[in-house]
């Protein structure tokens, strides 16, 4: 098993743009470019208030804490779960300043609706192997919140959904040991990309960036 130094971890949300566009998760993460629209300045509101650094609030048998620090050794990561929430129950873990035993149930915030893909699944079941490895527990489920629907959507956190976590980990940081940003392959998701005008697809996928520097150094 890998064991990584903390100079070594990678953001645990890039997961989310490795699977979006692996070239779109290297602009980003690797060469340091990062461009908004429209859909990034919407999920950084639907944070603002989640992400409130380290805010706790009891609610009766339940514990809520906000933008809690989270890392895992094993997979290489550090990052913030927007929101953990303590359930009390017998058979859970001795937590810091509380009486009682708890079992974490961690709750992502998302400005849109379900995706088609994982990466949101993904990104959740990762932050939740974060948080068993710090906390030394077992947490089976989590909850996404979609923005767009206002509702939470269970997810179970499934052998098969680990094992892609740890897949799409081990590549990203050999992506990023290598400092390998890769080609341009354009599609249909080029249009919502925040990186447009960065990555320039339909352009850079017809000639080298070189030619289409020096021609618009030439104008």
């Not at 976590?165 to 290598?178: A, D, L, P, R, S």
């Not at 447009?196 to 150094?217: A, D, F, M, T, W």
Request: positive net charge; hydrophobic residues 35%; aromatic residues 10%.
């Amino acid at each position: 098993m890998t064991v990584y130094n903390e100079e070594d971890y990678l953001l645990l949300s890039g997961i989310q743009h490795f699977i979006f566009c692996k070239r779109q998760w290297a602009l980003i993460h690797v060469e340091q470019q990062w461009e908004e629209n429209v859909r990034t300045v919407e999920g950084r509101h639907l944070h603002k208030r989640a992400d409130q650094p380290m805010i706790r609030e009891k609610r009766g048998n339940k514990l809520v804490v906000r933008g809690l620090p989270i890392h895992s050794k094993e997979l290489g990561v550090t990052g913030v779960c927007d929101v953990v929430e303590f359930f009390k129950d017998a058979t859970g873990i001795s937590l810091v300043n509380e009486e009682g035993t708890y079992i974490p149930v961690p709750v992502e915030y998302k400005r849109g609706k379900p995706k088609k893909d994982d990466s949101d699944i993904l990104q959740l079941t990762a932050q939740a192997m974060c948080l068993e490895e710090m906390l030394v527990c077992e947490i089976p489920k989590g909850y996404l919140f979609y923005g767009e629907i206002k509702k939470r959507v269970e997810v179970s956190f499934t052998d098969y959904y680990r094992d892609q976590v740890i897949k799409y980990f081990t590549e990203m940081h050999q992506y990023f040991q290598k400092k390998y940003t890769p080609k341009v392959k354009t599609g249909p998701h080029c249009r919502s990309c925040s990186l447009q005008n960065i990555c320039l697809p339909v352009i850079l996928k017809k000639r080298p960036v070189s030619s289409y520097i020096e021609g618009r150094l030439k104008e």
